[in-house]
């Protein structure tokens, strides 16, 4: 940092009385790092948020989009617009490569950020349990990137098999196999089922897209096993009843250019998508702390880096045991653990006693299955059907941050469930990806 930026910064962050204000710097504007950003718009203290995107993400409802349900901008809201009412708040879109714990400061590619508290909330990234080569082949969702990237994936499939020569060729173009039968598989899976049965089926003239093969692949015996075995036999049976074929117990061996290997065979096919692990962003190097299995930074009770009182880690990238458990890398955990930080930082700035130690109330588990069945562990409550795809959505619709996305995503639920279209069918190129593209239909629709 400049002289100049320090005295303006110094200037910036002064009281009428000339008090210091403590900067809170907090990293990640995903649902941690909001819910640590809006707790503490009452607080004394100045709140820098930096995210790499100008964005905040609702990543539970990015399979929509890669399945042309939904737009971008309808799962999506500019950070700078959900935190505008908040006085003591500044947004910097900026990528974070390091921290320096020594003199408190975060390392960005244009400058430095000081900092007094800091809350790190960089989600997590795909895992491909030692296998990075098979990234190119099976690219997961994460991102408005990934899944607009996975909707033109998709979409083409249709495409060249409208072009292809032959019956083995069309065959192998509408086969999708998705790797990892938790939720996002599971949602993934339902999705693409109901696109080629329903969403494209009178849309083709020489293919019937109802005659895509769709798999779900999961190592371990059973889908998704966070939730109760009676709920994921459900689970399956309407992802079957929807044309899904589910593979349990099969572990995948290899993916490369052609296909997958499942269980010694080969299915030949360019439509493999990554479901399975996720792994915590760097921030474990930045703070060169311990990290579990997974690379996420093992915390203490309030969240705090061990020796660094000042240093929070939460959500997706923090690894928090509660009755000798880690806790889940999901949405609820990231927002409960982003709202108690805040409120430690308040205490302390406030010189009050600290609160007790986290814990998380876990409010239950959902999934979707296709437009109309859902699954539901809530507390004592478990059960399937429309009931819980009817509570699933209305969950997912309560936690969107936007009015306006709220409505559109409403209607737009209630125009697919009665049409059964999905409005949001563009293929789209970035232009470095153009090139590719071109190539790839070219040679998938070459004799
Ligand atoms: C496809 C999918 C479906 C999911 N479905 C569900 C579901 O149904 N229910 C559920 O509860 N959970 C679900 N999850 C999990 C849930 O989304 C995560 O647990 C949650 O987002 C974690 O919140 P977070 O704040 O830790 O990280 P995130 O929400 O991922 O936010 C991290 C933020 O940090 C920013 N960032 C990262 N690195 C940097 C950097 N170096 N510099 C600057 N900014 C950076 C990112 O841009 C991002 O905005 C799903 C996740 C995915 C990917």
Not at 19 to 31: D, E, L, Q, Y
């Amino acid at each position: 940092m400049n002289t100049q930026d320090a005295i303006q910064t110094e200037k910036e962050r002064q009281d009428g009385t000339g008090k210091s204000i403590p900067r809170v710097v907090i990293i990640g504007a995903g649902f941690g790092g909001i819910r640590a950003a809006r707790a503490l718009h009452n607080a004394p203290v100045q709140v820098t948020v930096i995210d790499r995107n100008n964005h905040h993400l609702f990543q539970p409802l990015l399979y929509q989009v890669a399945t042309a349900g939904l737009s971008p901008a309808d799962i999506s809201a500019p950070i700078r617009g959900i935190l505008k009412k908040q006085k003591n708040t500044e947004v910097v879109m900026a990528e974070v490569t390091g921290v320096d714990l020594e003199q408190r400061q975060v390392l960005t590619q244009k400058r430095e950020l000081p900092y007094d508290y800091l809350v790190v909330a960089t989600g997590a990234s795909h895992s491909y349990f030692g296998h990075n080569e098979w990234a190119p082949y099976a690219p997961g969702l994460k991102s408005i990137v990934d899944a607009t990237a996975l909707r033109r994936k998709i979409l083409l499939a249709f495409e060249a098999a409208e072009m292809a020569q032959d019956e083995e060729q069309r065959r192998n173009l509408l086969t999708f196999v998705l790797v990892g039968g938790g939720p996002t598989g599971v949602e993934m899976a339902g999705a693409i089922a109901e696109l080629a049965h329903k969403a494209l089926v009178s849309d083709f003239r020489h293919i019937d897209p109802a005659s895509a093969r769709i798999l779900l692949v999961e190592a371990l015996p059973r889908i998704l096993p966070a939730f109760p075995e009676k709920l994921s036999k459900k689970a399956q049976q309407a992802l079957e009843h929807l044309g899904v074929e589910v593979c349990t117990n099969s572990p995948v061996e290899q993916i490369d250019e052609d296909g997958v290997v499942i269980g010694g065979q080969r299915l030949v096919t360019r439509n493999v998508i990554w479901t399975a692990g996720v792994a915590a962003s760097p921030a474990g190097k930045w703070l060169n702390a311990e990290v579990d299995r997974a690379g996420r930074v093992k915390v203490d009770a309030d969240l705090s880096l061990p020796g660094h009182p000042e240093v929070f880690v939460v959500g997706d990238t923090a690894s928090c045991m509660q009755d000798d458990k880690p806790l889940p890398g999901v949405a609820p955990v990231a927002m409960q653990e982003g709202t108690y930080v805040a409120e430690v930082i308040a205490q302390r700035v406030a010189g009050k006693e600290q609160p007790r130690a986290f814990r998380y109330k876990n409010k239950g588990n959902l999934a979707t299955i296709g437009r109309s069945y859902g699954i539901a562990d809530v507390g004592k409550l478990r059960f399937g059907g429309f009931i819980g795809w009817i509570f699933w959505w209305a969950v997912h619709i309560f936690f969107l941050i936007g009015f306006r996305n709220r409505f559109l995503v409403m209607f737009q639920w209630a125009w697919a469930y009665f049409t059964y279209q999905r409005g949001a069918r563009l293929i789209t190129f970035d232009p470095a990806a153009l090139q590719k593209q071109k190539e790839l239909v070219e040679e998938l629709t070459s004799v």
